[in-house]
């Protein structure tokens, strides 16, 4: 029986002409490695179409080169290459190339004061485009912390003294009766609130970064806030992690501002943004705090 060659209408040409910023897959399942730990990403590539009259690309080629990725640690000179092949399975159709990568980084995490810990998930997110010998990376990641209201701790400190000057009025006090009133909840009637809040930090890579910083990311956030969310713990990590809170009141704008005083300085960074989100335990809606340093999105 002979063979017969398969049509290939992409190829072909359109009735209807006009060049395309991007063109490409979405939601493309793929494990890799980041920090030497596997991740299970969500790949999303593309290229645009800049023959106005080629009816498309050849997604099939796409999707195969992504091979160049699997359970591989994600580098930067690596993603540049395979950005390349991109553009060359498409020579005369694109001359820009973009590759998106989302995840969960799963690291374990010790407990404030016991030899506890835990498993604690980070989303992470990888961008970068392509045009030329021009490559640039973004990477993403949010981080979960606490954050209790200065406001609320205000206002709670208050109603202490004004319950300990119903119960003592003018009366001479020992040290032991002082004591033994604060450690009552008749005593100690207000707590502040606090919630569990978010930050969102998106950095561009400098160029000759080949290796993405996410562990030294996610280290100065979680020592800048804190107050970073915990994973196993006994009694003595949960009263360290009250001890820390309220020593370590703070509005989202005081975590915007320290998390954007604590990236300036970070070598191989050419530009951030960071979002926090402290979703209210007081309101129904969440108070958010933007900040950023060189920085433009992209699509």
């Given at each position: ?104 980084l799963t690291l374990r995490r010790p407990a404030l004061v016991s030899p506890l810990a835990g498993w604690k998930g980070y989303p992470v997110a990888l961008r970068s485009w392509r045009e030329g010998n021009s490559v640039e990376t973004q990477l993403e990641l949010k981080v979960g912390y ?112 320290r998390l954007h005083q604590a990236l300036s300085d970070v070598s191989g960074i050419a530009g951030f943004h960071v979002r926090v989100v402290h979703a209210e335990s007081l309101h129904a809606h969440d108070a958010v705090a933007e900040s950023q340093a060189d920085w433009w999105w992209r699509?």
């Amino acid at each position: 029986m002979m063979s017969e060659a398969l049509e290939d209408v992409a190829a072909g040409r359109t009735a209807t002409h006009g060049a395309l910023n991007w063109v490409g897959m979405d939601g493309i399942s793929l494990p890799v490695r980041v920090v030497d730990h596997p991740v299970d990403a969500r790949v999303a590539a593309s290229v645009s179409l800049d023959d106005p009259a080629a009816r498309g690309i050849h997604m099939s080629r796409l999707y195969l080169l992504l091979e160049e990725l699997a359970e591989r640690e994600l580098e930067v000179p690596r993603i540049a290459g395979l950005l390349e092949n991109f553009l060359a399975s498409h020579t005369g159709l694109s001359r820009r190339a973009r590759l998106f990568l989302t995840g969960e980084l799963t690291l374990r995490r010790p407990a404030l004061v016991s030899p506890l810990a835990g498993w604690k998930g980070y989303p992470v997110a990888l961008r970068s485009w392509r045009e030329g010998n021009s490559v640039e990376t973004q990477l993403e990641l949010k981080v979960g912390y606490s954050s209790t209201c200065p406001c609320s701790a205000a206002l709670a400190r208050q109603l202490i003294q004004q319950q300990f000057d119903r119960d003592f009025g003018d009366e001479s006090l020992d040290h032991a009766s002082i004591r033994d009133w604060l450690g009552e909840s008749h005593g100690i009637l207000a707590t502040p609130h606090s919630q569990r809040s978010e930050a969102r930090i998106t950095v561009r890579l400098a160029d000759g970064v080949d290796t993405p910083p996410w562990l030294d990311l996610i280290e100065r956030v979680e020592a800048v806030l804190g107050t970073a969310l915990q994973t196993a713990v006994k009694r003595v990590d949960e009263q360290a992690f009250a001890l820390a809170n309220g020593q370590n009141t703070m509005f989202c704008e005081d975590a915007a501002r320290r998390l954007h005083q604590a990236l300036s300085d970070v070598s191989g960074i050419a530009g951030f943004h960071v979002r926090v989100v402290h979703a209210e335990s007081l309101h129904a809606h969440d108070a958010v705090a933007e900040s950023q340093a060189d920085w433009w999105w992209r699509d």
